[in-house]
C-alpha cells in the first residue's frame, strides 16, 4: 500500500481520536507540575516494506505527537539514529493546522562513559507559549534493516504522556514475534486485530511518566520501564521463498560471527610480547594471569561504538599498536594473546548488567558487551579486560548472573557466569572506643572482600591521592560527628588479598551523662547508605553488590561506672534482608555486634515492601542506647 | 559596560568554544601544523626537558613540571586585519589515577573560517600535538590522525571539533602537549580582546611557567599583577625584533587549596592583562578613554572617563531608540505629579523614583504587550537602575554623586584595571547620603549589596546638571544590625513523645533576608501590592498601553497557583539546607511582611511544622537532641588554615525557643545551654530560664567582623567548637508524668 496514503488515513484517524484526552489543562498541571509540556496525544506506527534492490526489510516508523505546553518555552523532539537508520520529513503545527519552523540540529551522541559512537541525535526545537492550544509534531524515521529494530521504550524522553498508542502493522508474509518487558506495573492495554494486509499489534499505554535516570540506586531504563523487543523471525520474499532473520538463537549466532570478520592475528607482532609477558611464569594459571593482567594494565578501556552494529572489533595487532581499545577490540587481543600462549581462549557476547535478556530471546539487543572466555583444565574463566586490576577468578558485579554467548567458530555454548556467593563480599569492621567526655575514642579496622573490596578501590583508585582521607571521612564513615586520622591501607593496587583500612577515630557527641548516669549511643554506625532511598516512581533498586556487613564494637566500661542496662538483643530478617544486633557484657567490657546481609544486588519493585520494613527496623534498632550508671 | 571579568584559566584551553564557525580549511595550512610543532616542541625552553619533580610534591595527583603562555596581537599597516596568536605548552607529571583520566581524552576545535561581510573574513588556525614520555625515556607522539571527527550539524551553521584519546597513559608518565590558536578578523577604530586574569596556582603544583606577551602596530597592554605575582619585563625578542614584548617567569607554586569561607581573589598570584587596539592612537572620549595612557604597557586607569561615560549612558537610556524610554518618561510623569501635590524633599523624591521604576518593572507581566522592549531579554539589575535613576535625578534637576564602586571581594582599589571590575551606585548628596545600588522586586531603596561594604569608590558629582571631574571615596561599613534574624519558636512534643510541633517566628532584615527572599516572594505580592498602591493606580491610569487577555490572566492565575504550591517545597528545602532541619511537616504558614517598602523593610513570617522527635526512649523518659530545633549549626573544619577568612557578612542572629508543656522539675541537662564565647570578631552566648510551664532557652551568635586574617583562625575554630556543643545539647526528659 502506498504509504503516504496510509500515513493520511493513520493520521486523519488520529484527529478523530482527539476527544480521548481525558484531562483538563488544570488537572495536567496538577498530574505532572514539573513539566513544562505534557503530551497528551503520542501515536506511533511501524509498518514494513520489502526492498527489492537491498533485500532487506525496512522499518517505517511514523510519529504523530499532541504537546500541550504548560510554560512560555521550548517545545523539544528528539531521535536517534545511527548509520543503519535515517530521520525523515518532520513537521510542526499550532493546533494541528498553521505550520511552525523548528530548529534541527544533528550531532554526534556519545552515551556515558562512550569515547565515540557513530549514534547521532535530532533535535528539533521550536519556541511555544504556554496560551498556545496544542502543537502538533509528526516526524518519521526509517532503519534500513530489521534486524536493528530492536528494543522500543514507551515513555518518553522528554514529556510526560497522557495517552500512548503505538501500532505495529505486521504484514502477512513477515513472522514477527514481540516480547514485552516490565509491563507489571504500568496502565497497557493489548490488542491484536487484522488487518488488509496481515494484523496490527496495538498497545495502548495511559499516564505516562518521563524517563527518569537520575533517581538514587538506579540502574537501567531496562530493568525499569516498559519495553518491547522485536523479534522477527522470518519472511517470504517478493518470489514466495520463505527466507530466516533471526529465527533462533542459532540464527543469532550467525549474525554475530558475521559481524565478528577475521579474527586472525599477527602471531609475529604479538608472540615475542605475549613470550616476555610469561617468561617468569611456571605454572599454566599463572600465564593465564600474567597475560590477563598484563592487557588489563597495559591497554586502556576506551568505549568506541563505531564497528558494524557495534559488534566488530579492532584487530589484535591494531589494539596493541594503538594502546586502547573497546570491549571487543581488548577482549581480541586477549583472545589472540592467550591463544598464542597455547591456551584455546574463545570470545564471547553478552548483555551486562543494566540488560534483562538471556539467548533464548534471539535479538541484537540481548547482548551489549564482550569478553573473553576460556576453559582450562575444566575450570571456566570469565576473562573481562576492560576491567582495570579485576583478579581472575573474581567476576565484577556487572557480569555476573548473566548468560554468554561462547564462539566455538562452527557452533556457540550457553553458559552463565555464576553469581558470588553473598560470603563473598564480606565486610567486617572492628573498632575498639574508650569513652572520653561525650565522645568515644579509638581505632577501628575494616576489611573488605569481593564486590565491596572492587567498589571502594575502584572509587579509591579514581580519586586524587591528596583527597582520599577525606573521602574516607565523607563516604565511608559518613557521619558528621566523626573524625578519622592517621589512616593506612593496604596495598591499593593489589589484585589478590583483602583490602584493609586501619584508622583512628573519634565519635562526638555519642555519650551524654545526666547526674549518675551516663548514656552510649552507637547510632553513628549505622552505615547502611541505601536506606533513605525514595521507593516512589522508582523500579528497582541498584545496591551495586550483595551487602554482607559484620561490625563489632569494643568499649571498656570505666572503672567508676557499671551496666545499669542494655539494649535488647535483635534479630529481624524478611525475603533476603536479614539484621541481627547484640549486646553483651563481657568481664569489663561491652560489645556489641551486628550483622547486615542482603542477598540480591538489585531490588525489585515487588520486594519493595520488605525492603522499607527492613529499613525500618533498621533504623529503629540503631537508636538504642546503652546505659551505665556510677558504682556504689 | 561589562559586567564579568572572563577569568581565563589557560590550563583549560583545551575547552570547546561555541562561537559559529563552518567552511574547514585544513588543507591550506599543512607546511604550518609542522612549523608550529618545531616552534613548539623543538625551539621549546630548557625546562620542558625535565623530568623530575620536587621530592615534596611525590605525593600529589600530578605536578605541572613546565608551562608556557604566549600571546601576540598585531594589527597589519594599511589594513583592517588583526592577528591575535595564542600558543599554549605544558608538560604534567601525571601521578595518580585520577590524573590519568583527567587527560585521558583531549577535544579541540578544527581551523576554521567564515565570510563577515563582502570580501572580508574571520579565520582561525589551530593547532595540537601531544606525546607522552614514559619513566624509561621512551618518547611516544600521539597521532592525531586517530582523532575521531565530531560535528553538531545546524541549518546555516556546522560545528565541527575532533576528540583524540591519549594511548597508554599510566602513572609516572608525563604528557606534553601544545594547543595554539591563530586568529585572523577585521576590526574598525577600537577593538578591546577579553580580559584575562592568569593565575599562578592551581590544582596542581607548577614547577615553572612562563607567560610571554606581545603587542605591534597599534595595539596595547594594560597588566597588573596582584597577590604577589611576577610582573611582565621589558624585552626585546630576537625573533620577533619589531614587536614589543613582554615576559615573566615563575617557579615553585604549591597547588592551591580549597577552603571554606576564602576568598581567592585575594590569595592566588595572578597577573590581570587586557589587550586593545585603537587606531591612530586615538580614544574618544568616555568608555575608550578609560583605556587612557596609551602607553605600550600600562597598569593605570583613566578614571577622569568616568564623568563623560555617565553623561553618555543616561543620554542612551532616554534616547528615542532606547527601549526604556517609556520606563523614564512614565517616571517623570510620575515624580512631576506628585511633587506638585506634595511638598517633597529631594530625598523623598529619589525614593518614590527607585520605588515607581522597581514597581514599574516588576508589573510588565501582567501585560499581554510589556512596555519595555527589552522586558523578556533584560535584567532590572543595578547597571539599568542606576542609570535611569541618574536619568530621572538629572531632569528633576536633584543633585546625586554616580558611584562606580570597587568591590572589595573581588579586587584592591589599587589593583583596578578592567572597566567590568566597576559597579554603579548613586549616591544623594543634599540630605542623608543615602546610597541607592540594588535593583530587586524585595530591595528597598536603601539596601546595598554586601560586597559594597567599606569598598573604595570613584564619584562623579552630578551639580546643576554638570558632570564634574571623579573623587574618591569609601562606602560605609556596615553595622551588624543591618543584617539581623531573630526566630522565636514554641515547642511542644506530642502525648507519645515522637513527634515535636513547632510554631516559629521570623524575623530577617539585610542578606539574611535575601536568603528567604526566594523561598517567600511570589509574584502574587506583587500584584496585590500594586492594585494597592499609589505606583499601581498611576501605571493603570496613564501609563498602560495594552491590557491583558482573558486567558493570559488564566494563565497567570495558573501560575500564581503553582507558584504557591512551590513556595512550600521550597520552605522544606531552606530548613533543610540552611537549618538541618529535615523529615518536616509543614501544617501553616503566614507572611506578615514581605519587607519591600521601606516603613517595614523586615521580612517577617510565622511557619507551623511538626518533626519527628527522634527521641531514644528509656522507661520512663527520653533522651532528646535538641539539635534538630536550633538554627545554629558547627561545621567540620581542619585547624590548620591557608588563606585569611570571609565570613558571609556581619549579622547578628538570636533564637528563643520556648518548651512548651514540660515538667521542668525532672528535666536533666539544661544547664548544658548556658554557653558563651566572646573575641574581638564573633560572639555566641545562650542560656535557659524556667517560666511557669515553660523553658526558655535563647541564644545569640554575633559576628561583628566578617573579614578575618588567617592568624584569627583559633577564634572561628573555638566559636564553632561552642556553636557545636549547643547543637548538640542532650535533655533527659521524664515521660511519665509525676
Same mark, same amino acid.
Given at each position: ?89 518532520? +513537521? ?6 498553521? +505550520? ?91 490488542? *491484536? ?5 496481515? +494484523? ?66 599477527? +602471531?609475529?607482532?604479538? !608472540? ?11 605454572? *599454566? ?39 586502547? !581499545? ?124 569481593? *564486590? ?134 563481657? !568481664? ?45 | ?283 574618544? $572620549? ?16 583613566? $578614571? ?45 523624591? $529619589? ?39 541618574? $536619568? ?347
Amino acid at each position: 500500500m502506498n504509504s503516504r496514503f496510509v500515513l493520511l488515513a493513520w493520521l486523519l484517524l488520529s484527529c478523530l481520536c482527539l476527544s480521548a484526552a481525558q484531562y483538563s489543562r488544570k488537572e495536567l498541571k496538577e498530574k505532572w507540575p514539573e513539566a513544562n509540556t505534557i503530551i497528551r496525544s503520542y501515536k506511533t506506527l511501524i509498518s514494513f516494506t520489502r526492498n527489492p534492490e537491498t533485500k532487506l526489510i525496512e522499518v517505517y516508523q511514523q510519529d504523530s505527537i499532541e504537546m500541550i505546553p504548560v510554560n512560555d518555552g521550548y517545545i523539544e523532539r528528539v531521535y536517534f539514529f545511527d548509520v543503519n537508520a535515517s530521520v525523515g520529513e518532520c +513537521k510542526l503545527r499550532l493546533n494541528g493546522r498553521n +505550520k511552525r519552523s523548528m530548529m534541527k540540529t544533528i550531532a554526534n551522541y556519545d552515551g556515558e562513559s562512550v569515547f565515540h559512537s557513530d549514534n547521532k541525535i535530532c533535535l528539533f526545537k521550536a519556541v511555544s507559549l504556554a496560551d498556545d492550544n496544542y502543537y502538533l509534531f509528526t516526524g518519521e524515521k526509517s532503519i534500513q534493516d530489521i534486524k536493528f529494530l530492536t528494543d522500543v521504550f514507551f515513555n518518553d524522553q522528554l514529556y510526560p504522556i497522557v495517552e500512548r498508542t503505538y501500532t505495529i502493522q505486521i504484514p502477512e508474509w513477515l513472522e514477527l514475534d514481540i516480547k514485552e518487558y516490565n509491563f507489571d506495573f504500568f496502565n497497557v492495554e493489548k490488542s *491484536d486485530k487484522n488487518w488488509e494486509g496481515g +494484523k496490527q499489534v496495538i498497545f495502548k499505554f495511559a499516564d505516562l511518566d518521563q524517563l527518569n535516570t537520575d533517581k538514587k540506586g538506579f540502574l537501567s531504563l531496562h530493568h525499569s520501564y516498559p519495553h518491547i523487543l522485536f523479534l522477527p523471525k522470518s519472511y517470504n520474499t517478493v518470489n514466495g521463498n520463505r527466507e530466516s532473520i533471526i529465527n533462533d538463537t542459532r540464527d543469532l549466532f550467525d549474525w554475530y560471527k558475521k559481524l565478528l570478520g577475521d579474527l586472525t592475528y599477527n +602471531k609475529e607482532i604479538l !608472540g615475542p610480547v605475549v613470550k616476555e609477558i610469561t617468561k617468569d611464569q611456571t605454572t *599454566d594459571v599463572d600465564k593465564i594471569k600474567a597475560i590477563y593482567y598484563w592487557v588489563q594494565e597495559h591497554r586502556r578501556y576506551v568505549a568506541f561504538e563505531e564497528g558494524l552494529a557495534g559488534f566488530r572489533p579492532e584487530k589484535a595487532e591494531g589494539v596493541y599498536h594503538k594502546k586502547y !581499545g573497546d570491549c571487543k577490540g581488548m577482549s581480541n587481543l586477549l583472545y589472540a594473546m592467550l591463544n598464542i600462549a597455547g591456551y584455546h581462549a574463545k570470545i564471547a557476547w553478552l548483555g551486562a548488567f543494566n540488560l534483562r535478556y538471556n539467548h533464548a530471546t534471539p535479538s541484537l539487543a540481548v547482548d551489549n558487551h564482550v569478553i573473553c572466555y576460556l576453559n582450562f583444565n575444566h575450570d571456566d574463566y570469565f576473562l573481562d579486560a576492560t576491567i582495570k586490576l579485576n583478579p581472575l577468578n573474581n567476576n565484577p558485579i556487572s557480569i555476573q548472573g548473566k548468560e554468554i554467548m561462547i564462539n566455538y567458530d562452527s557452533t556457540f555454548v550457553l553458559k552463565k557466569i555464576p553469581e558470588k556467593d553473598i560470603s563473598e563480599n564480606l565486610k567486617i569492621r572492628k573498632s575498639f572506643y574508650n569513652i572520653s567526655g561525650t565522645s568515644l575514642v579509638g581505632e577501628t579496622s575494616i576489611e573488605y572482600n569481593g *564486590d565491596s573490596k572492587n567498589h571502594l578501590m575502584y572509587s579509591f583508585r579514581s580519586i586524587k591521592r591528596s583527597d582520599r582521607n577525606e573521602f574516607l571521612e565523607k563516604v565511608i564513615i559518613g557521619d558528621e560527628n566523626t573524625i578519622c586520622d592517621s589512616i593506612q591501607t593496604s596495598e591499593i593496587d593489589q589484585r589478590d588479598s583483602i583490602f584493609k583500612i586501619d584508622f583512628n577515630e573519634e565519635v562526638k557527641n555519642a555519650v551524654v551523662s545526666f547526674g549518675n548516669e551516663t548514656y552510649v549511643n552507637l547510632n553513628s554506625f549505622n552505615s547502611f547508605t541505601m536506606n533513605d532511598v525514595d521507593t516512589t516512581n522508582c523500579y528497582h533498586i541498584f545496591l551495586n553488590q550483595k551487602i554482607n556487613s559484620q561490625s563489632e564494637i569494643t568499649i571498656p566500661i570505666p572503672e567508676d561506672l557499671e551496666v545499669l542496662e542494655l539494649p535488647e538483643n535483635t534479630s529481624y530478617s524478611v525475603g533476603a534482608f536479614s539484621l541481627v544486633i547484640s549486646y553483651q557484657q563481657i !568481664g569489663n567490657q561491652l560489645i556489641c555486634k551486628h550483622t547486615v546481609k542482603i542477598n540480591k544486588a538489585i531490588i525489585y519493585k515487588e520486594d519493595f515492601s520488605d525492603f522499607v520494613d527492613f529499613n525500618n527496623h533498621f533504623k529503629k534498632i540503631f537508636t538504642a542506647t546503652i546505659a551505665l550508671k556510677n558504682k556504689g | 559596560m561589562m559586567k564579568f571579568i572572563n577569568a581565563l584559566l589557560l590550563t583549560t584551553i583545551c575547552v570547546l568554544s561555541h562561537a559559529q564557525y563552518d567552511n574547514n580549511d585544513s588543507e591550506s595550512i599543512d607546511p604550518r601544523i609542522e612549523e608550529v610543532k618545531q616552534y613548539m616542541w623543538s625551539n621549546a625552553d630548557s625546562n620542558f626537558l625535565k623530568t623530575d619533580i620536587p621530592e615534596k610534591w611525590k605525593d600529589e595527583s600530578a605536578v605541572i613540571i613546565a608551562r608556557n603562555t604566549e600571546s601576540s596581537v598585531r594589527k597589519r599597516p594599511l589594513s583592517s586585519k588583526l592577528y591575535e596568536n595564542f600558543y599554549f605548552h605544558e608538560r604534567i607529571k601525571l601521578l595518580d589515577n585520577n590524573a590519568i583520566e583527567k587527560y585521558t581524552e583531549f577535544s579541540f576545535r578544527e581551523n576554521s573560517k567564515r565570510f563577515v561581510g563582502l570580501f572580508k573574513t574571520e579565520k582561525v588556525d589551530r593547532y595540537v600535538g601531544f606525546k607522552i614520555e614514559k619513566p624509561n625515556g621512551d618518547v611516544e607522539e600521539v597521532d592525531i590522525a586517530e582523532a575521531v571527527d565530531k560535528t553538531i550539524e545546524g541549518k546555516r551553521n556546522t560545528f565541527s571539533y575532533k576528540k583524540i584519546a591519549i594511548p597508554n597513559l599510566q602513572v609516572g608518565d608525563i604528557i606534553d602537549y601544545y594547543y595554539c590558536t591563530e586568529h585572523m578578523f577585521h576590526t574598525g577604530k577600537f577593538y578591546e580582546f577579553s580580559p584575562v586574569y592568569y593565575q599562578f596556582q592551581e590544582d596542581y603544583p607548577i614547577v615553572w611557567q612562563k607567560l610571554k606577551v606581545a603587542v605591534l602596530n597599534g595595539c596595547y597592554l594594560k597588566a597588573r599583577s596582584v597577590n604577589g605575582a611576577p610582573s611582565l619585563k621589558s624585552f626585546t625578542d630576537p625573533n620577533d625584533s619589531e614587536a614589543i614584548s613582554y615576559e615573566l617567569e615563575d617557579t615553585d607554586r604549591d597547588k592551591l587549596v580549597h577552603e571554606e569561607w576564602s576568598n581567592l581573589y585575594k590569595e592566588i598570584p595572578a597577573i590581570k592583562l587586557q589587550l586593545f587596539y585603537t587606531n591612530s592612537g586615538i580614544l574618544s $572620549a568616555g568608555y575608550e578613554s578609560f583605556y587612557k595612557p596609551l602607553d605600550k604597557m600600562t597598569s593605570e586607569v583613566n $578614571a577622569d572617563a568616568l564623568s563623560e561615560f555617565t553623561y553618555q549612558m543616561i543620554f542612551k537610556i532616554t534616547g528615542s531608540y532606547s527601549p526604556y524610554r517609556s520606563m523614564y518618561n512614565s517616571a517623570i510623569k510620575f515624580l512631576k505629579k506628585k511633587s506638585k501635590s506634595n511638598n517633597y524633599s529631594q530625598t523623598e523624591l $529619589a525614593k518614590e523614583a527607585y520605588y515607581f521604576l522597581r514597581e514599574f518593572w516588576y508589573q510588565q507581566q501582567f501585560y499581554a504587550s510589556p512596555q519595555i522592549l527589552g522586558y523578556y531579554r533584560d535584567n532590572f539589575d543595578s547597571y539599568l537602575l542606576n542609570y535611569l535613576m541618574s $536619568a530621572v535625578l538629572l531632569k528633576l534637576n536633584i543633585d546625586f554623586e554616580a558611584l562606580y564602586v570597587i568591590p572589595n571581594s573581588f579586587t584592591n582599589p589599587e589593583d583596578l584595571l578592567f572597566f567590568g571590575e566597576l559597579y554603579p551606585a548613586i549616591r544623594l548628596t543634599k540630605s542623608d547620603s543615602t546610597i541607592i545600588a540594588a535593583a530587586g522586586a524585595t530591595k528597598n531603596y536603601f539596601d546595598m549589596p554586601n560586597y559594597y561594604t567599606g569598598a573604595t569608590a570613584f564619584v562623579v558629582p552630578v551639580n546643576n546638571k554638570n558632570f564634574n571631574n571623579f573623587s574618591k571615596t569609601v562606602l560605609p561599613e556596615y553595622n551588624l544590625m543591618d543584617h539581623k534574624e531573630m526566630v522565636v519558636s514554641e515547642v511542644s512534643f506530642n502525648n507519645s513523645y515522637d513527634s515535636i510541633k513547632v510554631k516559629s517566628r521570623f524575623e530577617l532584615s539585610g542578606c539574611e533576608k535575601i536568603g528567604w527572599d526566594s523561598v517567600m516572594f511570589v509574584s502574587d505580592v506583587i500584584r496585590n501590592e500594586f492594585k494597592a498602591l499609589v505606583y499601581g493606580q498611576f501605571i493603570k491610569d496613564k501609563c498602560v498601553v495594552s491590557t491583558i487577555k482573558v486567558s493570559k490572566e488564566k494563565e497567570l492565575a495558573e501560575f500564581r497557583e503553582k507558584e504557591a504550591k512551590d513556595r512550600k517545597e521550597k520552605i522544606l528545602a531552606k530548613l533543610k539546607d540552611s537549618y538541618g532541619i529535615t523529615e518536616v511537616n509543614l501544617n501553616d504558614f503566614n507572611v506578615i511582611s514581605y519587607g519591600r517598602w521601606d516603613n517595614e523593610p523586615n521580612l517577617i513570617f510565622e511557619l507551623d511544622y511538626t518533626i519527628p522527635a527522634n527521641a531514644q526512649k528509656l522507661g520512663g523518659s527520653i533522651i532528646f537532641n535538641t539539635g534538630s530545633l536550633t538554627s545554629f549549626h558547627s561545621e567540620k573544619l581542619d585547624e590548620k588554615r591557608e588563606y585569611d577568612i570571609y565570613l558571609p557578612n556581619r549579622r547578628l542572629r538570636e533564637q528563643r525557643i520556648i518548651f512548651k508543656g514540660l515538667n521542668s522539675n525532672g528535666i536533666a541537662g539544661l544547664e548544658e545551654f548556658n554557653k558563651a564565647y566572646q573575641s574581638k570578631n564573633l560572639a555566641f552566648k545562650s542560656n535557659y530560664q524556667i517560666s511557669g510551664d515553660s523553658i526558655i532557652v535563647d541564644a545569640t551568635e554575633s559576628v561583628f567582623n566578617n573579614s578575618l586574617k588567617k592568624e584569627d583562625w583559633t577564634e572561628v575554630l573555638d566559636f564553632n567548637q561552642i556553636i557545636d556543643q549547643y547543637s548538640h545539647v542532650k535533655i533527659k526528659i521524664p515521660t511519665i508524668k509525676e
